[in-house]
Every structure is written in structure tokens, then in C-alpha cells.
């Protein structure tokens, strides 16, 4: 029987016969109780009576006191309201079945009594003929039983992402609050559900009702030999003429190793590859490069090819969107002497296009360092220092003549609170040391040896090793393809000193150790890197990464000062305006996510907001718009926050305003990704319906034993009738009379003069 057809029965069978009665549940001891209580009252009541001087007002308080006990008792007694149903039709058996996308996986396979050859069937084609199988035709014989079949789960036509779930409660639910004469539930499909309650709650309701239930699961219990694409994580924009890191995760579930290619191609057909091997039965968690060659969104798609005996081809691609844009990065380095490696890294950052350079020298005899890019003191205002998105400290510590322990609060607040970049790069001089009695301690990635100042030199040169962490990350690509760049770093000159490093603290990511050295922590951490609330923070432990220049001029040591200027500032300049700066996470949310707006507001003269209101008009894929006032964090920095849920996939648009002021808004876009519930090649799940059935007093039946089923359903007693006991004694209602009774009865003493 379909839905509809259900629908068009309910309207013209008779209405159930219902009954309502008192029911008292006392136990031996309750009853014996109560009677004696109200045979002392009465006493008590009598006795009190005769002796008054006002017989007729004490005869109306004594009444009062015997109704109180009186309710007392048969509270004591456990009343309750129950009402029985009687259903008046015949017994009605349900059959559910599972209609979602997971049952188009191809793994079914059909049994003697469904087919006359062993075949495999999705697992919709397997239900389909189940449900055509004239056994069940002998449920309804002699007109003992109707029977009410009743899909659950169907995808909605207008949900071409294929979003929708499986909630296995609610069906289940809506059938106990529609039916009141089922005699059992039968329900066909793989078990998996991702939506509502566990259907565990569901079979626990019907075991109350005494209604069993019966499951026969479909499908294999083992995943498809199949290659997912899970994920691709790409960041939401890149700097243009730069490379970009895409991550992505590929779930293998073929029994071999597979060598493979992953593809990444945008619209016009440039591409590029990547050879990957990917273990049998895991996933695997890689990247890949993309050059970005023009400003705007770029559609890409990166995919895999169909492997030998993969049986799914629709889950090997994914597209996404990032966008490539101009960067102007504003650096600032400090130093106190003009070493090696500050002479060079400040010509490659002055020759980086992308940046804006601002370089404090306190050389400690020719005093502050004077030319082009020069500045002449350390920003003191906060509007100065706010501008900058990465600090480079050099050798440089608190002392006369270099930074203060101001100066230090102010460059942890703007990492902290702007999501600005800090560079730690120790020299010989030891200076840093200076900088763990200050705010900056925090920040430091490292524990540091204070017996070791000057460091350690060696007489011959010492490579670094990358670590796991640092072979995928952005920072150490210093190759146009990850095949080359483990080649590139071992073939980079040495280092003869470097800086006394016990180990990395906690929290931190290690990128690269001393290839020669070890501590009595292991390999000593020479390139690492932490976050720090909004910001970044990476301590370089050597002072001869300018020797990379050796053979190949500025290639690789360009690169990698331009790289670290650009990982550190990417979160802080998401979405910049004149006024106020916006930058979320997590950057490519899901239907469900809640994203966290963090925002860097500025007054009209370019200082810190101190006071004032930031707010944030969000609007959904939809078109639905809903205004976000942020809340202040720290309002010296301008700093502010808030958050918002994710609902639908698409692009969320973000216009941020500060004191309303229309004029000046910064806009940005999050794209969220959706995610497929449902989907094909994962294994059925029967273990749900065993604990289901369990519950409910039912069992688990095999394919081939749909004749047995039919039987013992058959054999079932009729449904007893619906009760609903409503409990009297614990009823909000009868406490409030019983304390209305016992008020007139105080009060009335006090007025009949009894004290």
C-alpha cells in the first residue's frame, strides 16, 4: 500500500474505541498507611470540633484539613489517568525501505528466491525485487492483515548536489504517531544513516509499544574496490605569478598499491601532474602546485584516473575556485649588524615586487642605519606599527640603543591581535636572549640554552634535513615541483653556526633539524614554526641561508624569503579595505560549520579603532542577508570578532563596515563546500539493524529467509491496545491544589483564633 493510498484509508476507517479511567496503584504498606492517616484526621478533626467555641467555623476548617489528607493519601496511593485505545481496523504491518543514493552501489547480490541466477544488483534493484515477491502477498491472505509499504529517504528532485541524507528515527517515529494497530515493522536497506537521532531511540519506542521489528540489510559488508577523492583543501586566494599549495586527500580501498597521476587543470587547459603511490586500504594526504597567471577567480579541477577494478568513476575529480590577486607586502626588519645574512636577505625582499620594504639598523658604532628603506626609529604608535604584516628581529635584543620592552608588547600585539608575522633570526652576539624577559617570550618557538649565547660554530659545513612537517610545506618549496625539491635541499650549502637550541616547545612545527648535531631530545629543531593567537611565528636557527646562492645567484634564496613573507601575511590580507580588515576560518567551511570572523578596524587617521562598532552583513547562496555585530576582543588593536553558521553550500558573501560608515566597506567571499552525505561504494551497515532489532524484540533476516519472516509475522498475537497513563501524583496541577488547600486552612486557623 503507498503513501497515498494509506492516506485515502485513514479517511474512511471507523474511529477507535477509547477508554478513560482513575487507576490507584498502592502497595500493602501505602494502603495501610493512608487509611490510618485518615482515620486519625477524622479523629482529630471530630475532637477539635466538639471542643471549639465556634462549631460552624471550625467544622469548615476541619473539613478543609480532612480534604488535604485526603489528597495526600491518594497521592500516596499513585493515581493516574488511563486511557486505553481499542483500534477498531484490522492489524497493520509496515515495510520501509530505504531510498536514498547509497542504495545505487553495485554490490547486492541476489539470492535463489529473488533470481534464478546469482547475479549483482544495486542495491535499490535488490529491494525492488524483494518488494515484488508474491511471499509477501501472504501476509494479507484471508484479510487478517493490511499491509503498508512506505519509502524513506528519497533525495528531493531539486537537490542536484546530492546534500540529502538518511534519518532512519523520524520514519519510524512519524509511523508510531500515524498507526495505532501495528502488529510489526519490517525495513529493507544498507543500514547507513548520517541524519537525526540514532534509529537505536526509534526501536527502543517500538520495543514500548511491544511492536518487533524485523530488518533485512542489503548490500556487502566490505567497501568497493574504489579511488575517492576526498577532500581538496585549497587556500581561497594566492598571490599572482607565485605558486600555490593545493592539499588533497585520496582514499584508496583497492587491496595493491596503485601508482597513479593526479591532474590539476583550470579552464584554459594548462595543467599540471603529480606521481603519487597510494598505499591499498588507507588514505593518503598530499599536495600540489599551481602557478597563479592572472588576477580574478579561476575554476581548476583536480582529478585522478579510473585505476584497474575500480568500480566507481564519479567521486575521482573535484572543481574548486581561488582566486589570484596583486599583493603589496609591508615588511619590516630590524638588525644590529650588518651581517651576511641580513645584507641579503634585505636585498631580496627590496627586490621582491610584492613588498614593501622598511629596514631599522642600530649598528652599535655608526649608530642608525641611513639610506633607502631605511626608517629612523622603531614605530611607538600603534597606527605606525599596525601597518606592518611581517617583523624580522635579527641579533637584536633590549639594551640602549635597540628595543625597549615597550616596543616588545607592541610587536606581540600586533602578531596576536592583527594577525601580523614575527621572524626570529638569532646571531652570534646573543642578543635574543634579552628578549625572553619581555612579552616576546611567549612567542619564541624554542627553549633556548643561556649557557650557550654565542651559539655553536663548526669547522666544517652542516646541512638541514627537512622533517615529514617540512617536506609539505609551502615554505621549504623551493623546487617548481615536489619531485625536485627534496634534490634541491640536499644539494644547498651548509651552515657553520647556528643557534643554541635545546628543543621545539610545545605546539610548534618543526620543518627542519641540524643534519650532523643532536641533543639529548634528538635531532635539534633549527627551522619552526607556531601560531600565535591571530598570527605566525618561525624561528630560523642559522645564519647562512644567503651561502643558497651559490651556483644558482638569488634563485632559491629569493624564493624562500619571498615565500615566508607571504605564508605569514596570507591570513591578515583575506579581505583589506581602508578602513577595516577581515579574515575567517576556517577558509572553505561545510553546511554546518560555524565560521569565526575575526576584523582589524582602523579610525580615520589609520589608527587602531578604540572606540566604535564593526559590522558584518552576511549573505547567503539565497539571497537571505543577516547583519553581525563583531564584539570588541581588544580594542587598543582595533581587534574584533563574532560568528555565524554555515547553512547551504555556495558563496557567502561578506561586506564589513565600521560605525556604519558605507563609504569605506571591505568585501570578501567563502565559498563552503558541500558535502555528500550520501554516498555509493561505502559499505552496508549492518550492525544497525542487529542493535535495532535487538532492542525491539525482533531479528535479522537473511535474504533467503524471507519466507521464514513472512511466517513469523504471520504467527505474531494481535497488537495489544494503546495505553497512555497520564501520572496524577506527580502532576503540577494537583501540588498547586493540595498548597492552595493547606494556605485556606492556615489562614483560616489564624483568623478562628488558633494559634
Same mark, same amino acid.
Given at each position: 500500500?503507498t ?16 477508554l478513560?479511567t482513575?487507576?490507584?496503584s498502592?502497595t500493602?504498606?501505602?494502603l495501610a498507611i493512608?487509611?490510618?492517616?485518615l482515620?486519625a ?21 476541619e473539613a478543609?484539613r480532612?480534604l488535604?489528607?485526603l489528597?495526600v ?17 484490522k492489524?497493520?504491518i ?6 536514498s543514493?547509497?542504495?545505487?552501489t553495485l554490490?547486492a547480490t541476489?539470492p535463489p ?13 535488490w ?5 515484488e ?8 491472505d484471508h484479510?487478517s492483515?493490511?499491509?503498508?509499504r512506505?519509502?524513506?529517504a528519497t ?7 546530492g ?6 528515527t523520524?520514519?519510524?517515529?512519524n ?8 502488529r510489526a ?9 548520517n ?9 527502543q ?6 511492536i518487533p521489528?524485523?530488518?533485512l540489510p542489503?548490500g556487502s ?10 577532500a ?19 582514499r584508496?580501498s583497492?587491496?595493491?598499491e596503485i601508482r597513479?597521476?593526479?591532474?590539476l ?6 595543467e599540471?601532474t603529480?606521481?603519487?603511490?597510494l598505499?591499498?586500504?588507507t588514505?593518503?594526504?598530499?599536495s ?6 592572472k588576477?580574478?577567480?579561476?575554476t581548476?579541477?583536480?582529478?585522478i584516473p579510473?585505476?584497474d577494478?575500480?568500480r566507481?568513476?564519479a567521486n575521482n575529480a573535484?572543481?574548486?575556485t581561488i582566486?589570484g590577486r596583486p ?7 630590524v ?5 651576511w645574512?641580513?645584507r641579503?636577505l ?11 620594504l622598511?629596514c631599522?639598523?642600530?649598528?652599535p ?7 633607502h ?17 611581517v617583523?624580522f ?9 635597540q628595543l ?20 626570529f ?6 642578543n ?11 612567542l ?6 643561556d649557557?650557550k649565547k654565542i651559539?655553536f ?6 646541512? %638541514?634535513?627537512?622533517?615529514?612537517e $617540512?617536506? #609539505?610545506s609551502l *615554505?621549504? /618549496?623551493?623546487? +617548481?615541483t615536489?619531485e ?14 647556528h ?11 618543526v ?6 648535531r ?8 633549527? %627551522?619552526?614554526t607556531?601560531?600565535a $593567537?591571530? #598570527?605566525?611565528? *618561525?624561528? /630560523?636557527?642559522? +645564519?647562512s641561508?644567503w651561502?643558497?646562492r651559490?651556483?644558482?645567484?638569488d634563485l ?15 591570513q591578515?590580507n583575506m579581505?583589506?579595505?581602508?578602513r577595516?580588515r ?5 577558509e ?5 560549520d560555524?565560521?569565526t570572523l575575526h576584523?582589524?578596524?582602523f579610525d ?7 572606540d ?5 552583513d552576511?549573505?547567503s547562496p ?5 547583519r553581525l ?10 581587534s574584533f ?6 547553512e ?12 556604519g560608515?558605507?563609504d ?6 567563502i ?16 550492525e ?5 532489532t ?9 535474504p ?8 513469523e ?11 497512555n497513563?497520564i ?8 501540588v ?6 493547606l ?6 486557623r ?6
Amino acid at each position: 500500500m503507498t503513501r497515498n493510498h494509506a492516506a485515502n484509508f485513514h479517511s474512511v476507517i471507523p474511529l477507535p474505541l477509547t477508554l478513560s479511567t482513575l487507576h490507584f496503584s498502592p502497595t500493602p504498606t501505602t494502603l495501610a498507611i493512608g487509611i490510618g492517616a485518615l482515620l486519625a484526621v477524622l479523629v482529630l478533626a471530630v475532637l477539635s470540633w466538639k471542643r471549639s467555641p465556634h462549631p460552624r467555623r471550625t467544622a469548615l476548617l476541619e473539613a478543609l484539613r480532612v480534604l488535604a489528607t485526603l489528597l495526600v493519601v491518594l497521592l500516596l496511593w499513585r493515581p493516574e489517568w488511563l486511557t486505553i485505545t481499542h483500534p477498531t481496523t484490522k492489524p497493520r504491518i509496515a515495510i520501509l525501505w530505504d531510498d536514498s543514493k547509497s542504495m545505487t552501489t553495485l554490490d547486492a547480490t541476489l539470492p535463489p528466491a529473488l533470481s534464478d541466477k546469482a547475479e549483482i544488483v544495486s542495491r535499490a534493484e535488490w529491494v525492488k525485487r524483494a518488494l515484488e515477491s508474491p511471499v509477501w502477498k501472504s501476509l494479507e491472505d484471508h484479510g487478517s492483515n493490511e499491509v503498508l509499504r512506505q519509502p524513506f529517504a528519497t533525495p528531493p528532485a531539486d537537490d542536484p548536489a546530492g546534500l540529502a541524507g538518511t534519518d532512519m528515527t523520524t520514519p519510524l517515529q512519524n509511523l508510531l504517531d500515524q498507526e495505532n494497530n501495528l502488529r510489526a515493522v519490517i525495513m529493507l536497506g544498507d543500514g547507513d544513516y548520517n541524519l537525526g537521532q540514532p534509529p537505536v531511540a526509534a526501536a527502543q519506542k517500538l520495543r514500548l509499544r511491544g511492536i518487533p521489528l524485523f530488518a533485512l540489510p542489503v548490500g556487502s559488508r566490505t567497501r568497493l574496490p574504489d579511488l575517492d577523492l576526498l577532500a581538496v583543501t585549497a587556500p581561497t586566494y594566492g598571490i599572482v605569478g607565485e605558486n600555490v599549495q593545493i592539499p588533497f586527500t585520496i582514499r584508496s580501498s583497492l587491496d595493491r598499491e596503485i601508482r597513479t597521476v593526479v591532474r590539476l587543470r583550470d579552464d584554459s587547459g594548462h595543467e599540471r601532474t603529480k606521481d603519487i603511490t597510494l598505499a591499498p586500504n588507507t588514505e593518503t594526504y598530499d599536495s600540489i602546485l599551481w602557478k597563479l597567471e592572472k588576477e580574478g577567480s579561476s575554476t581548476l579541477e583536480l582529478s585522478i584516473p579510473v585505476a584497474d577494478g575500480e568500480r566507481i568513476e564519479a567521486n575521482n575529480a573535484r572543481k574548486f575556485t581561488i582566486a589570484g590577486r596583486p599583493e603589496k607586502i609591508r615588511v619590516l626588519v630590524v638588525e644590529s649588524l650588518p651581517r651576511w645574512e641580513y645584507r641579503y636577505l634585505r636585498n631580496a625582499l627590496s627586490r621582491d615586487p610584492g613588498v614593501e620594504l622598511s629596514c631599522l639598523l642600530f649598528h652599535p658604532e655608526l649608530g642608525l642605519g641611513e639610506g633607502h628603506d631605511y626608517v629612523k626609529e622603531f614605530p611607538n604608535k600603534l597606527a605606525d606599527l599596525a601597518k606592518y604584516d611581517v617583523i624580522f628581529l635579527g641579533d637584536v635584543g633590549v639594551q640602549p640603543g635597540q628595543l625597549t620592552k615597550e616596543q616588545c608588547e607592541l610587536i606581540r600585539g600586533l602578531v596576536e591581535n592583527q594577525a601580523s608575522g614575527v621572524v626570529f633570526l638569532p646571531g652570534a652576539q646573543g642578543n635574543q636572549f634579552t628578549l625572553l624577559d619581555t612579552a616576546l617570550a611567549d612567542l619564541m618557538p624554542v627553549v633556548l640554552d643561556d649557557t650557550k649565547k654565542i651559539g655553536f660554530t663548526d669547522s666544517i659545513p652542516s646541512p %638541514l634535513n627537512l622533517t615529514s612537517e $617540512g617536506r #609539505g610545506s609551502l *615554505l621549504t /618549496m623551493l623546487g +617548481d615541483t615536489e619531485e625536485e625539491n627534496p634534490v634541491i635541499w640536499r644539494r644547498l650549502p651548509g651552515f657553520y653556526w647556528h643557534a643554541p637550541v635545546i628543543k621545539a616547545k610545545g605546539g610548534t612545527e618543526v620543518l627542519a633539524v641540524h643534519g650532523n648535531r643532536r641533543g639529548k631530545f634528538g635531532p635539534i629543531p633549527l %627551522l619552526v614554526t607556531k601560531a600565535a $593567537g591571530n #598570527g605566525k611565528v *618561525l624561528f /630560523m636557527g642559522i +645564519d647562512s641561508a644567503w651561502r643558497w646562492r651559490r651556483g644558482v645567484e638569488d634563485l632559491y634564496h629569493y624564493r624562500f624569503w619571498g615565500q615566508v613573507a607571504r605564508w605569514m601575511s596570507y591570513q591578515r590580507n583575506m579581505a583589506a579595505g581602508q578602513r577595516v580588515r577581515v579574515f575567517f576560518t576556517p577558509e572553505r567551511p561545510a553546511p554546518g560549520d560555524s565560521v569565526t570572523l575575526h576584523a582589524n578596524a582602523f579610525d580615520g587617521n589609520g589608527a587602531p579603532l578604540q572606540d566604535g562598532t564593526v559590522t558584518v552583513d552576511v549573505t547567503s547562496p539565497d539571497g537571505k542577508s543577516q547583519r553581525l555585530e563583531l564584539q570588541p576582543n581588544n580594542n587598543a588593536w582595533g581587534s574584533f570578532s563574532g560568528r555565524f553558521k554555515i547553512e547551504t553550500p555556495g558563496a557567502w558573501k561578506l561586506r564589513g563596515t565600521v560605525g556604519g560608515a558605507e563609504d569605506k566597506p571591505v568585501e570578501a567571499t567563502i565559498l563552503a563546500q558541500g558535502v555528500q552525505l550520501e554516498k555509493t561504494g561505502q559499505p552496508a551497515r549492518s550492525e544497525v539493524f542487529e542493535e535495532m532489532t535487538k532492542v525491539a524484540r525482533g531479528r535479522v533476516i537473511q535474504p533467503d529467509q524471507i519466507g521464514d519472516l513472512v511466517k513469523e509475522v504471520r504467527a505474531l498475537p494481535e497488537p495489544r491496545p494503546l495505553e497512555n497513563r497520564i501520572p496524577l501524583w506527580s502532576h503540577w496541577a494537583i501540588v498547586t491544589l493540595l498548597i492552595v488547600l493547606l494556605a485556606i486552612f492556615w489562614t483560616g486557623r489564624k483568623f478562628n483564633g488558633a494559634f
